[in-house]
């Protein structure tokens, strides 16, 4: 007998499959979305905002300062509809392109886990330039739009003060920041998803799983509260994004603002400190969506199945 005859048969390589996006995914991923930002998301956003606007409040002078605008509808501002278009829109952006960049980079070689944090990155991009930059830009006008009514002038709708930007300074006027808002979601996504993954390993050594082991809900909401917690690391591009897109008045404030500028300036007027204002209530919305994503994912799942008839593959 020859030897090519008692060769063992070498095993295929896997066949790479492009993750198919399916309705009943970016049903449940905008349904999550929807009642994060509805509940508790919307004011910590608000809080966040409010802190990176006005950096030499403190955070009792911030709460004070938006119960001023409008009691408790003050930690409401911006919303409807920004913000319920940009809950409702980033979940199928980052789905469609997350999926093509994560096929093309596992096509290229990258492992199962760099594959993810590529599309990740890609995928928020995406979210920033079709849907997030104007919607950021124009639920932190409606923040400062509310400070005029504080003032005794009477503001104009939502609808009116994204037109008149437009009339006066066209896409690039609703869409002021967008860069900082593009480099905020490809940090938040990379890091976010590399830290849960080093969390959850983590978890399962402790807890002596193996790595096909599912996690439980309670480890999976630990995994995914630090790694969403600890992406705020990035705090000083959502100051900037911030300061960028706001429109108070500011005698010293660079015209024309850059990414670059602006942390020139922020860090001039407020040093490092004045980089990180607003890192809590950020961490706190962090945790916040972890919570609504896993501990309610699983509710949301069996509902959306019910209402399409199709089996949502989407992780939560």
């Known amino acids: 007998m020859s030897a090519a005859a008692i060769q063992p048969a070498v095993p295929a390589a896997p ?19 929807l ?140 869409n002021r920041g967008v860069n900082a808002v593009a480099i905020r979601q490809t940090t938040n996504w990379g890091s976010r998803f590399g830290l849960s993954r080093l969390a959850e390993t983590a978890i399962r050594k402790v807890g002596g799983k193996e790595e096909n082991q599912r996690l439980t809900s309670v480890e999976k909401v630990i995994a995914s509260a630090l790694g969403g917690g600890l992406s705020a690391w990035n705090q000083p591009i959502e100051v900037i994004r911030v300061e960028m897109q706001s429109k108070k008045d500011d005698p010293n404030r660079p015209k024309n603002l850059t990414v670059g500028k602006t942390f020139r300036y922020i860090y001039e007027t407020n040093g490092l400190k004045g980089l990180y204002r607003g890192v809590t209530p950020r961490i706190g919305l962090g945790v916040w969506q972890t919570v609504c994503m896993v501990a309610l994912g699983d509710m949301a799942k069996e509902a959306v199945e019910k209402l399409t008839g199709e089996t949502v593959t989407a992780k939560h």
Not at 22 to 33: D, E, P, Q, V
């Open 15 to 33: 066949t790479l499959e492009k993750k198919p996006v399916k309705f009943s995914n970016l049903l449940l991923g905008a349904g999550l979305n």
């Open 35 to 174: 009642f994060e930002v509805t509940t508790l998301g919307q004011p910590l956003e608000v809080i966040k905002t409010t802190m990176a606007a006005n950096r030499g409040d403190s955070f009792a002078g911030a709460m004070a300062r938006i119960w001023g605008r409008g009691g408790p509808f003050g930690y409401y501002q911006g919303l409807i509809p920004w913000a319920w278009i940009e809950a409702s829109t980033k979940g199928a952006v980052l789905l469609f392109v997350a999926s093509e960049a994560e096929y093309y980079a596992r096509s290229f070689g990258a492992s199962q886990f760099l594959g993810g944090i590529a599309g990740g990155m890609t995928g928020g991009i995406a979210q920033a330039y079709a849907t997030m930059g104007f919607c950021t830009c124009m639920k932190t006008v409606e923040i400062t739009k509310h400070k005029m009514a504080a003032a005794g002038v009477k503001p104009p709708s939502t609808f009116q003060t994204f037109m008149d930007i437009y009339r006066k300074e066209g896409i690039r006027g609703i």
